[in-house]
């Protein structure tokens, strides 16, 4: 599975099919996170083959849908818990993110368990997610932006040349370096 963008969240339903002995078996439902309903689908017998003995020559996939956030317009913090397979073995983690939705969530943690661990898509399961208030972050740098007064201060400013204008000066050579600072 490669992350191409950013990731969706999908609902998949699926059962194994239905024969004369068993005419209504019981359905299995899963969260999962893919960047397509192909490799969703895909990932729901992975994890089908390893929890039940269900595979998809035997099963059939009831639904396959799309899960959108309500609300996509406040920044909220994420806490991810995951497991993945390193070169050294199996490493269970929990991690923090800010972001607007899950699924950009969930895409910096594909980015980052990439950079900062070498950890192929394939080989990161998420366990659980869930939405974190101010007071419950664990991490410092996540922390650090949710104080209620947060600011952004913008200590060395460089004017840009503009159309119809020179930077910094109206000169195109000056003999005095230019000032960055204004506070």
């Known amino acids: 599975m490669t992350v191409a963008g950013e990731m969706r969240q999908y609902q998949v339903v699926g059962r194994k099919a239905a024969t004369e002995e068993n005419p209504n078996p019981e359905a299995y439902r899963m969260i ?3 960047p397509n309903p192909v490799t969703a689908k895909s990932k729901f017998w992975y994890f089908m ?12 996939i009831l639904d396959c849908v799309e899960i959108v956030e309500k609300n996509s317009r406040i920044v909220k913090n994420y806490g991810i818990w995951l497991r993945y397979d390193s070169r ?3 490493h269970n983690m929990y ?9 950009g969530a969930i895409s910096q943690l594909y980015d ?3 950079g900062r661990h070498r950890t192929r898509p394939r080989s990161i399961q998420i366990i659980r997610t869930a939405t974190i208030g101010a007071g419950e972050l664990k991490r410092p ?3 650090q932006f949710a104080a209620r007064k947060v600011r952004f201060p913008l200590p060395h400013r460089v004017s840009s ?4 204008q020179k930077a910094l000066s109206d000169r195109t050579f000056s003999t005095v370096r230019p000032t960055t600072y204004f506070g």
């Open 32 to 34: 999962i996170f893919a």
């Open 112 to 114: 980052e368990m990439a």
């Open 141 to 143: 740098n996540g922390s």
């Open 88 to 90: 050294s073995g199996t």
């Open 161 to 164: 040349a503009k159309r119809g």
């Open 95 to 103: 991690r923090e993110y800010r972001d607007l939705k899950l699924t």
């Open 49 to 60: 083959r390893q929890f039940r003995k269900m595979k998809k020559t035997t099963g059939e």
